[in-house]
């Protein structure tokens, strides 16, 4: 086909309250199997910020979304993390936040569900 385009859009959330400008950032790696593609070949595969990540049970090197089993590890941000196309192998690298945060909690992943957890795992931070 010629002449026909393609674009997508995707709008960033700001994660933080406020800006602290002390937050603690560590790069880390997201296990990319435990993301799995759309069904839709043409969708990006979108990690969001404010994610809340663990350290993956197979691989303890590299990070998976928190589902209440295991420690919180921190949210990811301040960015999202678009995941390439790998179903069977694959690493992504990221940046995840667990020291000195003031967080916003409506920007936050699952929050509601695991806030007993995140609060008490990550004692620096402050959620509003």
Known sequence: MYNVRR???FLE???F?????DEIKHSIVLDAVAFPMPADREARN???AGT??????TDPK???VYDGSGRVEGILGPRSIEIGLSATAGVAPATLVRHNAIF?????VGFTAYASAVVSTLNTCKFE
């Open 7 to 9: 674009s997508g859009q």
């Open 13 to 15: 959330k700001e994660i």
């Open 17 to 21: 309250k406020y800006t602290a400008a």
């Open 46 to 48: 979108i990690v969001p």
């Open 52 to 57: 809340i990540l663990k350290l993956s049970v």
């Open 62 to 64: 590299k990070h998976v």
């Open 104 to 108: 916003a909690t409506a920007a936050l």
